[in-house]
């Protein structure tokens, strides 16, 4: 079942030249804005792994074949997102927390962390992480 998100908000427009209008923020929305960038793609798949794992374990979703489902991706990548889980507390921790990026891709990705995953022992996992 499907529910629908009603947004509301006051906007003001100015006229431009050649009659065209032109949104106007709010000078105090300006000052207000969060932080410049956005997150590293590996910091969002971290916290959504975490996410995920919650869900499974409140019992809000039996299993990944079920995440599957509900996300709309394939069983595989959503073993590889949660495979996450399995990377050193202190990793995962670095990884949540990476500076955002203005521009360009992260210097992270999840490609090259399906290596250090498939390592048990934590302080293996760092040494590969760190190189």
């Known amino acids: 079942m499907k529910t629908g998100l009603t947004v509301s908000a006051r906007v003001r427009f100015e006229p431009r030249r050649k009659g065209k209008r032109c949104l106007v923020r709010p000078a105090e929305k300006e000052a207000t804005e969060g932080p410049c960038g956005r997150l590293p793609r590996i910091t969002r ?25 509900l996300g709309n991706v394939t069983r595989a990548r ?6 996450l889980l399995n990377l ?14 203005e521009q360009g ?18 302080r293996e996992q760092w040494a590969l992480y760190v190189t």
């Open 45 to 69: 798949l971290m916290a959504l792994a975490i996410h995920l794992d919650g869900l499974i374990q409140s019992g809000a979703v039996a299993n990944y074949a079920e995440l599957a489902r």
């Open 88 to 101: 050193a507390p202190d990793i995962q921790e670095s990884l949540l927390f990476l500076p955002r990026l």
């Open 105 to 122: 891709r992260g210097e992270v990705c999840l490609r090259d962390l399906q290596k250090v995953v498939g390592v048990v022992v934590w």
């Open 78 to 83: 959503v073993t590889q997102i949660m495979n």
